[in-house]
């Protein structure tokens, strides 16, 4: 019998992280790399993890997959994973790692693997890895497009609602990793804690960037990159006024925007390094550049038409 291989796309949100913890809309998209399953049959339900990983995240693998795995009655299938993403990088290597395990697991069982069935069973392996979070990267990673996420708490068990936003125009990005980055868990915990303390101020904030994204979704459907480049750069002003950049994150998102980014600003957690986002209409020669210069980059296009012969 052949062996079981599925893929799980890593993640970007390119505008409103942080307030969609707080109800407030959120869009994200998939990245062409992500984490790659293979399942063979086996004696038992195990999981064989990276070696790349440290003891810490190869004990919380083994406790998530054992979550998930209990759910679908303990297939035995032996689970092998191959990250391409650098973990920990804000990237959403663990929601990739939680959707490629969980189209195993369910193929395994002999159930599809639909985004819905795919995302369910991931979001218990999430909430092993981070305690509860928005929900908005492993249901990326599970639809695979672009979409408009928001937090909400179904019956059925889902995490947010989900619509695609479609683009007629390639919405690429670079994706640039500057300095060693904070835990999510500590930057989302210090913003509970001044926003639990000056709660008005705070929800006015969560607010712009509320209508930023609205306004963001209407730009990207429209195919206006100009408008969805600015609506970027303000919500980065915004991130900065809810104090989660730094001094390595504001350097290279300025340095994405010199060179021509119709928007610029950090992905994900934020706090003292990680990952920035330039939106380019041309990203490889800035990649080219870059890596030249010794900044660990790479492209993604996260919706609209591709170019012939592009691998999806
Ligand atoms: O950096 P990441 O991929 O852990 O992104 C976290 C995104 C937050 O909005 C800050 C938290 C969340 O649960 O959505």
Same mark, same amino acid.
């Given at each position: ?6 893929f799980g796309a890593g993640k970007v949100i390119l ?44 004990? =919380? =693998?083994? %406790?998530?997959?054992?979550?998930? !795995? ?17 973990l920990s990088a804000g990237l959403g290597s663990s ?29 218990? =392996? ?19 497009? +672009? ?6 708490? !179904? ?10 936003? %479609? ?35 705070? %929800? ?10 609205? @306004? ?7 195919? @206006? ?6 609506? =970027? ?5 915004? +991130? ?73």
């Amino acid at each position: 019998k052949n062996p079981l291989v599925a893929f799980g796309a890593g993640k970007v949100i390119l505008l409103g992280e942080h307030s969609v913890v707080y109800g407030y809309p959120a869009i994200a998209g998939p990245l062409s790399i992500g984490v790659v399953a293979r399942g063979v049959p086996s004696r038992s339900c195990v999981l064989d993890v990276p070696v790349t990983a440290d003891a810490a995240q190869k004990r =919380m =693998m083994r %406790k998530a997959f054992a979550r998930a !795995a209990r759910l679908v009655g303990e297939p035995k299938v032996k689970v092998t994973l191959e990250p391409q993403l650098p973990l920990s990088a804000g990237l959403g290597s663990s929601a990739a790692l939680a959707v490629a395990t969980s189209r195993v697991l369910l193929q395994a069982a002999g159930q599809a693997p639909t985004p819905k069935e795919t995302a369910r069973l991931a979001w218990e =392996m999430e909430q092993e890895f981070h305690g509860t979070p928005s929900g908005v990267d492993h249901t990326t990673s599970a639809e695979e497009k +672009l979409i408009l996420y928001r937090r909400v708490q !179904a019956p059925s068990g889902a995490t947010g609602r989900a619509r695609e936003l %479609k683009s007629p125009r390639p919405v690429s990005v670079v994706v640039a990793l500057a300095g060693a980055r904070s835990p999510t868990k500590l930057t989302v915990g210090a913003l509970r804690e001044r926003q639990a303390r000056w709660p008005e101020r705070y %929800k006015r904030l969560f607010g712009q960037v509320g209508r930023l994204v609205t @306004d963001a979704a209407k730009a990207v459907e429209a195919g @206006d990159l100009e408008g969805l480049g600015d609506a =970027m750069n303000v919500n980065q002003g915004l +991130l900065n006024a809810l104090g989660l950049s730094s001094p390595a994150l504001e350097d290279m998102v300025f340095r994405l925007r010199s060179m021509g980014a119709l928007g610029a600003k950090f992905t994900g957690a934020g706090g003292d390094g990680g990952a920035v986002i330039g939106l380019f209409s041309e990203p490889e020669p800035v990649v080219a550049r870059l890596t030249r210069d010794g900044v660990r980059c790479f492209a993604s296009q996260l919706a609209g038409p591709r170019a012939q012969g592009d691998i999806p």
